[in-house]
């Protein structure tokens, strides 16, 4: 029989949590790109509507010479009018006296749940965009990948041995410009298609020379807008958990890319303008109650009947398409 050796690990040590680290999963609000990657247009209402010019109007070619005495050639162009309608999403957590009263420094419940009910939210908007321009059939023109030999709509693996992206993205940026006159500026990406991009031969080959590279993320993402010549690359990096609450089985987790493994080249400025075109459009309503600039306002409501504070936050907004000329799909970048 091993002899034991007094006093034990457990007369001289009772385990507690530490107070200096306790696990919290909060995603950076960098890697939510739907409140930059197209212009913002605040609205005092929670819907209004907004004028579309049309684009072959403008670009028909109908100057004719004038003969001495005569009239000039002339024409008009149409107008229309688009709706929009800014959603609100809420949620709160409640925090209870007693939960507070009991609980260690490391926890901050209010400010625990302060984060608890952002990062719903801001999930919430980035689904909100993903679904409104990161999919097949959305924009004039779309293209899926596949292996080896492309045909008509469809491009190379950008993963695959052989796929040249910098040819694909060159093709994308001209044939958008075809369509429209203005040459794509942006891009939003998800994680894996970036990952493929930054492996590719063709594409570090004209980075580096041929050398593969070992550059930190950040410069090599900036390398890669260079090459493309494009003033923004939105990589989609947050996530989030598919798979409902299950108290049967809370361990049962789907976490997934938001952006999975899709890009989009398109054309957007940086803030909206009455002269400008863009691809598409976030309108915020700003007139509910005090919100932010992006439609958002966090709240803290005493619910004495349930002797806690409520934290709640709201987002009000609309994603609206606005230009599907403006953009180029593409869509499974990754085998």
């Keep these: ?105 490391v926890i901050q419940l209010d400010q625990s749940a302060a984060q608890f009910v952002t990062q719903k939210l801001l999930i919430r908007r980035e689904r909100v965009f993903a679904n409104a321009y990161m999919g097949t059939g959305k924009w004039t023109t779309d293209m899926t990948g596949v292996t080896g030999t492309p045909a008509a709509g469809q491009f190379q693996f950008w993963d ?51 050398a593969t590279t070992a550059i930190p993320a950040l410069v090599m993402r900036e390398l890669i807008a260079q090459l493309f010549e494009l003033d923004a690359i939105y990589v989609m990096d947050s996530v989030y958990n598919a798979k409902l609450a299950d108290a049967t089985d809370p361990s049962a987790d789907d976490v997934q890319f938001i952006g999975s493994d899709d890009a989009l080249l398109y054309y957007a400025p940086d803030s909206v303008g009455i002269d400008e075109p863009t691809a598409g459009i976030q309108f915020s309503w700003t007139g509910y109650l005090g919100a932010t600039p992006s439609g958002m306002r966090m709240k803290r409501i005493r619910a004495d009947l349930k002797n806690a504070d409520r934290i709640e936050g709201e987002m009000s907004f609309d994603y609206k398409l606005t230009g599907p000329d403006l953009g180029y799909f593409f869509s499974n970048t990754v085998a």
Excluded: W
């Excluded at 960098?30 to 004028?51: C, I, Q, R, T, W």
């Excluded at 100057?63 to 229309?80: I, K, V």
């Excluded at 695959?160 to 369509?179: C, F, H, M, N, Y």
């Excluded at 500026?185 to 031969?201: F, S, Y």
């Design 1 to 105: 029989m091993p002899i034991v050796s007094n006093p034990t690990e457990g007369d001289v040590h009772v385990n507690v949590p530490l107070t200096t680290f306790a696990q919290k999963i909060l995603l950076n609000a960098s890697m939510f790109v739907g409140m930059n990657a197209v212009p913002n247009a605040p609205s005092a209402k929670e819907a209004d509507l907004y004028f579309e010019f049309n684009s072959g109007d403008f670009l028909r070619d109908e100057a004719e010479e004038r003969a001495d005495g005569t009239e000039s050639a002339g024409s008009g162009f149409r107008l229309s009018t688009n709706p929009y309608y800014c959603r609100t999403y809420a949620f709160h957590k409640d925090v209870t006296d007693r939960q507070r009263a009991n609980q260690d420094n």
């Design 160 to 210: 695959e041995s052989g796929s040249d992206p910098v040819q694909d993205i060159r093709l994308a940026k001209t044939t958008v410009q075809g369509l429209t006159g203005y040459r794509p500026n942006k891009m939003a990406i998800g994680r894996q298609a970036l990952d493929a991009l930054m492996d590719n031969d063709a594409l570090l080959s004209r980075i580096t020379g041929g």
